[in-house]
């Protein structure tokens, strides 16, 4: 590469992410960024032949993409039951206090950062849109990995998603609309056809066949995360020219808003005096976005090569520094529960 020979460094940069990818898998430490691994791999593809991946015989792959969120969103609703929702009534202030977080400091900070980065309109407007994005479900396994409360995780994630197809239209046209125009009906229908209704089916599945059908349990997760990988392989493809340009600023700038969601999350979470469990939770969900729905509303509009790069962008990076901040909080108890325990143990010890 550093020699200008890009034609023989490509396959190489492919085989050398795969090798990292299987490589991973053999320690505890790195497993988790084993998928990440494989993404890369599929956007290095991507980006050195990406003739394969837009079109063949007359059929364009973006034409998949709606049908894999939906997969997605329907494996998604096949982890869900109504108890999930049930708990805004358990824990009303910390669910409200992530949904805010979410759906304003992140669209908010995503319009910030395409202004002060002066992308390209239609770049710009797909900030906006990866920031107006409810939750994924990324963002629950990376609670769980950081001892975090994994209950108000999904909770918070199912509600999000139920709130999507009003709340993303409508920052999308506030924020969104100064670069592009958006049409907030055709937006909404888009996401219930491609969130709502799956997740539905989901639920249905989950309360009738759960347990009846083991191999969809079992086969749901792999073919999201293969789905999730083959749509940011067909974006990165259709979008290959603008993303080799304004690839390393896209990069900078999800780093900073990522980073930005986590801080913000967990410090407004113990400002309003939430356990720490629960401003971890509060962190990882309001930091993580689903990036997936982000690629199809963006295929929606017909601008995947354009208003799609950033969430293909920001989706593989929100999964690396979601893995390593639940690494660095797997390693340390919360700290009020560390407190707790020291309390018994001094108590105990004066009663012995």
Known sequence: MFSGNNAQAGPLFILFFVALGVGFRGFAVTKGFAYTMMIFAAVTTALNFPQYFVEVNGFKFAALI???IQIIMFGMGTEMGLKDFAGVLKMPKAVLIG???HFTV???LGFSLAKAFGFPPEIAAGVVLIGSMPCGLASNVMSYLANANL??????TAVATLLAPFLTPMWMKILGGQFVEVDVLDMMWDIVKMV????????LFNKFFKGKADWVDKAMPLVSMIGIAFIITIITAAGRDNLIVIGPALIVCALIHNTGGYLFGYWIGRLFGLKERDARTIAIEVGMQNGGLASGLAKEMGKAATIGLAPAVFGPLMNITGSILASYWHRKPPRDEEETLNLEVNELAVKS
């Open 106 to 108: 992140m669209p908010l």
């Open 151 to 156: 209950a108000l995780s999904v909770t918070l």
């Open 66 to 68: 709606t049908p894999l």
């Open 99 to 101: 949904l805010v977080g």
């Open 196 to 203: 709502i209704f799956p997740i539905g089916g989901g639920l």
